[in-house]
């Protein structure tokens, strides 16, 4: 998440399960999520998603129901409070119903997978209890597995035999509460075109169970970042869709990542790729004003975007020296040549 | 105000230790509470002629806690002792640890917690820290272990220490062992094996109980023995245990022994 970067390990990625798997569910735009635990988890997680959806321009009110639990429940079981929420909840007719569990009913033994039927609509049940080792990152993998799940149930098996390379692609794990999320999509969809290939499922941002169920189609999927590769790995088992396991990081990252996509699709890279490096020398000749700046490196050797970083600075002659100007780091590094733009003009506000 | 906590492994006679404690202390005109911390619910049913009376949990699932009563929950059983079951959830639903916590809260609004004497029959494993709610808080600060001379009573018995021994490093916890009661199955040299085992652990042998048919017998009359029998020997034993534990002074922080010396223990004394 960029929007508040800390100078500290803390960050969104580290916080509650839940609000990792509401940060998928509720950008499923036909459903309910249900949070089956205390009331306190949902106005917790509600407040912050709605908070951070305003910060994004998004009017959307989350979708999220609480089944409410207090001591009766945890003392007898919740299971019946559950069931009422998803009865509740189907009368609203919604395309799909999630149940998140929380650490209060996992520690309790509620049944949720056994009553997490069929409702009327589907139900998908997400682990969401943090206090097993589960985080952000935990519940936000989780409430995608969940859903591929879902869509197997719903499609049925694949056919047999390779698939047509049909330049439709899936774009898995979108970081659908970061601040650039449409701006990292943007830059996608340009780097796809150069390759005569377009985004196919959102899988999840802002989808409708409808659009999610022809996630099939995709010949190949991308998924956000390397620690959502399982996620690829399950959707190629279930779906036989191959994927690239990161978006775009970096320079030659992004070329590199051109070169992945192609050789995925069939596709020749050379022309594509040659493209780019035009296209990242151009914007680099709009920062020429940066070169021979003293500044200093914003990151240790070995962190996160270390090498990217010194690739970039490299590329736009910005002289490192103890002392130098601390510059801005973007957390997680910005997507694609696109992203690289943005984060030098950040820079080049702080250097003059 | 004496608080007394009977804990040991399931099916050892605690309930039955429990019930025919409580009568024999009646009996010396002592004003009795005996709390069952068990779902299972069966401590109290001799003192009440076999009858399973309602639990506290039973009123809080049907009806809100906010109506509940003293008289709802609490009953009087042979000579004046006030019985009160916790029960708890289903089994296999919920968690029973809690609802032994809200049980305890409930009584505490209601005020029950009052008497010469309030004797807990809690249930055998300590399974989580519901189930330790008697020792904690300053409820029962006297634990007598209930257990017979078979390995995994004994077992049974040195985990309980352990609960005790970790709480008793609190600074306001004051829960100590007050004694082991031997309940016996009619074991070879059982009393010496649990007399030493006391000693390990830095306890006593506060009674053996001996088998007697009599018990069985009393408890398909639905009654205590101390009520069904009272010129038995055994009810004079249960009388006698009374002495001890109205009597008994001598509450120490356990030392819990490690299972191989718990089994070489057995081993001496087969």
């Known amino acids: 998440m960029n929007l508040n970067p800390l100078p500290s390990t803390i960050s969104r990625n580290g916080g509650c399960t839940l609000t990792g798997a509401l940060a998928v569910t509720t950008s499923v735009r036909d459903s309910i999520t249900i949070i089956h635990g205390p009331d306190g988890c949902s106005h917790h997680n509600f407040s912050l998603l709605h908070a951070t959806l305003l910060d994004n321009d998004c009017m959307t009110v989350p979708r999220v129901m609480s089944s409410g639990l207090g001591e009766h429940e945890v003392i007898f079981g919740g299971e019946k409070a559950l069931l009422n929420a998803i009865h509740r909840a189907a009368e609203e007719q919604p395309g799909i119903i999630f149940v998140l569990s929380t650490c209060i009913t996992d520690t309790i033994g509620d049944d949720v997978a056994g009553i997490c039927g069929h409702a ?30 879902t869509i197997r149930t719903s499609t049925g098996p694949p056919l047999p035999g390779s698939r047509e390379k049909n330049g ?13 999320v449409e701006q990292n999509f943007a830059e996608i969809k340009r780097l796809l075109s150069l390759l005569d290939m377009r985004v196919h499922v959102r899988f999840v941002h802002k989808s409708s169970v409808n659009e999610l169920g022809t996630l099939p189609d995709g010949s190949l999927n991308i998924i956000r970042e390397p620690s959502l590769t399982h996620v690829g790995d399950y959707l190629q088992k279930l779906f036989g869709i191959p994927y690239v396991n990161s978006f775009p990081v ?3 990252g992004t070329l590199l990542f051109i070169g992945e996509t192609a050789k995925k699709a069939g596709i020749s890279e050379e022309e594509p790729v ?3 490096r035009e296209s990242q020398q151009q914007m680099l000749d709009e920062f020429s004003d940066l070169a021979g700046k003293r500044v200093s490196l914003p990151l240790l050797p070995g962190s996160p975007g270390y090498r990217e970083i010194c690739e970039v600075m490299d590329a736009a002659g910005l002289m490192v020296e103890t002392g130098g100007i601390d510059l801005p780091v973007p957390i997680p590094f910005p997507v694609g040549t696109a992203g690289i733009s943005r984060m030098l003009h950040g820079w080049r506000r702080v250097l003059s | 105000m004496k608080q007394i906590a009977l804990y040991g492994k399931g099916g050892i006679g605690k309930s ?9 202390l009646a009996e010396k005109g002592l004003d009795i509470l005996q709390i069952g911390c068990d779902p299972k619910r069966d401590s109290t049913r001799m003192l009440m002629q076999g009858r399973f009376i309602p639990t506290v949990m039973d009123f809080v699932r049907t009806g809100g806690e906010t ?13 004046g002792v006030r019985c009160v079951e916790a029960g708890g959830p289903e089994p296999g639903v919920g968690c029973a640890g809690r609802g032994i916590i809200a049980t305890f809260q409930i009584l505490e609004r209601l005020g029950a917690l009052k008497g010469d004497i309030i004797v807990y029959d809690v249930l055998g494993d300590v399974v989580c820290g519901g189930f330790a709610m008697p020792m904690r808080e300053g409820y029962a600060q006297e634990v007598y272990l209930v257990t017979s001379g078979e390995l995994m009573s004994l077992y049974a018995a040195n985990n309980i220490c352990k609960a005790i021994k970790r709480l008793s490093v609190r600074a306001k916890n004051q829960c100590r062992l007050a004694g082991v009661i031997c309940n016996a199955k009619n074991m070879e040299r059982e009393e010496e094996l649990v007399r030493e085992f006391s000693k390990r652990i830095n306890s006593r042998l506060i009674r053996f109980i001996p088998r007697d048919r009599i018990v069985q017998l009393s408890e398909l009359h639905k009654k205590t023995v101390i009520e069904y029998a009272p010129e038995s020997p055994q009810a004079e034993v ?5 002495d001890d534990v109205s009597s008994n002074e001598r509450f120490t922080i356990p030392t819990p022994i490690e299972i191989d010396e718990l089994e070489s223990l057995a081993f001496d004394h087969i």
């Open chain 1, 274 to 276: 040659q493209k780019e």
């Open chain 2, 238 to 242: 249960y009388r006698c245990l009374a």
């Open chain 1, 250 to 252: 970096g320079m030659t």
């Open chain 1, 168 to 180: 439709l692609v899936n774009l898995i794990g979108e970081k659908n509460l970061e601040y650039e």
């Open chain 2, 16 to 24: 039955t230790t429990s019930a025919n404690l409580s009568a024999a």
């Open chain 2, 67 to 79: 109506e509940i009563h003293l008289e709802d929950i609490m009953f009087t059983g042979y000579r």
């Open chain 1, 120 to 149: 009327g609509v589907p139900v998908s049940l997400i682990p969401g209890s943090g206090f097993l080792g589960g985080n952000f990152e935990t519940g936000f993998s989780n409430a995608l597995m969940a859903l591929s799940d």
